[in-house]
T-cell receptor, first 111, second 112 residues
Framework: DQQVKQNSPSLSVQEGRISILNCDYT??????FLWYKKYPAEGPTFLIS?????DKNEDGRFTVFLNKSAKHLSLHIVPSQPGDSAVYFC??????????FGIGTKLQVIP | DGGITQSPKYLFRKEGQNVTLSCEQN?????MYWYRQDPGQGLRLIYY???????QKGDIAEGYSVSREKKESFPLTVTSAQKNPTAFYLC???????????FGPGTRLTVL
């Protein structure tokens, strides 16, 4: 039972355009959400997070939007750069320490 | 510098042998975790520990064992009972109150 779903396994975007990565969750107990970026053969690195009391959090080129009623969050990268090419994991937690990850979306930014 | 280290980066093991993967953190985090990554599977939780001398099974604990004798260290042993041990293993830590999880660089284990 996948509680965190990333339904797009891959995404290709032209350099300079917006990348939108989507994530859906089913557990209504989740109240904190994170996005991680992962290059091959490396550990994931933290990108940005959002608490359920907010609907938007912005950090430079990265913005995360949360729609609690739809149990949906998205990561926007503007403008996209070739160095952004990686696998992006959505993660969620309900304060009980365990974090649940999605299976990831592979982003390719084409120069 | 603060962070999480995992060693070795690449590890080869003969079938039937136990092997221990190292994870050390100097972030003063109480909670530590072991994840496994397989293609198309994302990150799956093997074991986690919220405090020294305590640990809990994750979603795929069978064939693995851990110990948490020190706050800084959370080694994972892949036993011969683990049927598909070849994978990329990631260690992570977080502050007790939750928040951001920080990951180590990972260990690629290959069983020959």
């Amino acid at each position: 039972d996948q509680q965190v779903k990333q339904n797009s396994p891959s995404l290709s975007v032209q350099e300079g355009r917006i990348s939108i990565l989507n994530c859906d969750y089913t557990n209504s107990m989740f109240d904190y959400f994170l996005w991680y970026k992962k290059y091959p053969a490396e550990g994931p690195t933290f990108l940005i997070s959002i608490s359920s009391i907010k609907d938007k959090n912005e950090d430079g080129r990265f913005t995360v939007f949360l729609n609690k009623s739809a149990k949906h969050l998205s990561l926007h990268i503007v403008p996209s750069q070739p160095g952004d090419s990686a696998v992006y994991f959505c993660a969620a937690t309900g304060g009980y320490q365990k974090v649940t990850f999605g299976i990831g979306t592979k982003l390719q930014v084409i120069p | 510098d603060g962070g999480i280290t995992q060693s070795p980066k690449y590890l080869f093991r003969k079938e039937g042998q136990n092997v221990t993967l190292s994870c050390e953190q100097n972030l003063n985090h109480d909670a530590m975790y072991w994840y496994r990554q397989d293609p198309g599977q994302g990150l799956r939780l093997i074991y986690y520990s919220q405090i020294v001398n305590d640990f809990q099974k994750g979603d795929i604990a069978e064939g693995y064992s851990v110990s948490r004798e020190k706050k800084e260290s959370f080694p994972l042993t892949v036993t011969s009972a683990q049927k598909n041990p070849t994978a990329f293993y990631l260690c992570a830590s977080s502050i007790q109150a939750g928040g951001t999880w920080f990951f180590g660089p990972g260990t690629r284990l290959t069983v020959l």
